[in-house]
């Protein structure tokens, strides 16, 4: 074993460690964390079975077997960022109607209570 | 329920969004609260000064949002606000003193008469003493442009913010309203739910205090949003 995959494998292996970990604190959400996890297996996978990688690289026609790993890469990359991009979307919704709902509710309370919850802001 | 029912007369709410309108809020709520009978609500999208109390003081009923959503989330709560209290008819004018409060009666009556859904104030019907920046004019032409092309309504100015819509229109916007710039979007949005919208003139003056939300820098990104989310809002289901 060379040193190169050595590296690998100790680098997806923390990787995936830290990502398990995260979530057993519940520092990351499940849903958030399974793109996560699944990026560091893939990358785990082909660092133990290099052969595989330069199979696939070959099968879909690309000749040097690392510019697939940074095709994969970048793709997962993408991938998450669109996750992102549709969750700030969807907070950005939920965060609208609760204001929303927030002033509704401000509004029907009586004067005085009403400063009180401006105060307490 | 019927707006029409003998003996009850229409209730009507004039909601005016506002974001840092101290200096003209104030008046114009009460040149609204003086001369007409209808009910004011200021929607105050977050405001950091005294555009709240002020709007209070003059005696407009005032919903206040702990932070700024834009002009489309704050007149999207006050519809939701004449949904919860049950009005007939909504009124929307801006905060700055553009439009005219004798024009409401202009956009009521085609709704009070049940012969529209929602009626649009143009400054461009009629006469008109209505000078804009050149980008807002280009701007209101290709707007004009996509509006009659893709819903067949023949609008004059589509990004008119003085407009009145009746109680079905109001309890749709409810759940529906565009963010940003929400005025050419909801012309799409009329065409699904096959609205009947309808212009009258009326007039609009340069702003008499505080700025355009549409700055110069913003308009090409206007444009592109309004474009695609109108674009969008015509593959899209409301459910």
């Known amino acids: ?121 | 329920m019927n707006p029409g029912m003998e003996g009850t007369p229409p209730r009507i709410l004039v909601v005016i969004p506002a974001y840092q309108e101290e200096r003209s809020i104030g008046g114009l709520v009460r040149s609204l609260r003086e001369r007409t009978p209808y009910d004011v609500l200021v929607v105050n999208d977050g405001s950091t000064d005294r555009t709240s109390e002020t709007a209070r003081e003059a005696g407009a009923i005032v919903l206040d949002l702990p932070c700024n959503l834009g002009i489309g989330g704050a007149v999207q709560t006050g519809f939701q606000y004449a949904r919860d209290r049950g009005y007939d008819t909504v009124v929307r004018i801006d905060g700055d003193g553009q439009h005219d409060i004798d024009d409401i009666p202009k956009v009521l009556e085609p709704i009070l008469a049940g012969r529209a859904d929602a009626v649009i104030g143009s400054r461009f019907l009629g006469e008109t003493e209505y000078r804009g920046s050149i980008s807002r004019i280009f701007g209101i032409h290709f707007f004009r442009f996509l509006v009659n092309l893709t819903t067949g309504y023949r609008v004059t100015d589509p990004t008119s913010g003085f407009f009145a819509i009746n109680r079905r229109l109001v309890a749709f916007y409810s759940d529906h309203y565009p963010s940003d710039y929400p005025e050419v979007d909801a012309y799409i949005l009329m065409h699904r739910l096959k609205a009947r919208a309808i212009e009258v003139p009326v007039r609009m003056y340069e702003r008499a205090e505080g700025k355009s939300s549409i700055t110069t820098f913003l308009a090409v990104y206007y444009m592109l949003k309004v474009t695609l989310s109108f674009l969008i809002n015509r593959i899209r289901r409301f459910g």
């Open chain 1, 1 to 121: 074993m060379n040193r190169v995959t050595l590296f690998s494998i100790c680098a997806s292996a923390g990787f995936l460690l830290y990502i398990l970990e995260m979530v057993r604190r519940r520092k990351l959400r499940e849903e958030y964390s399974i793109l996560w996890l699944f990026g560091s297996v893939v990358i785990l996978v082909l660092s133990l079975k290099q052969d595989w990688l330069v199979g696939i690289a070959h099968a879909v026609g690309i000749v040097y077997p690392p510019s697939f790993l940074f095709l994969v890469g970048i793709l997962f990359i993408l991938l998450i960022l669109i996750h992102f991009s549709i969750a700030i979307s969807k907070l950005h919704q939920m965060n609208k109607k609760m204001a929303q709902e927030i002033a509704l509710m401000k509004s029907a309370l009586p004067p005085g209570e009403r400063s009180r919850v401006k105060d307490e802001r």
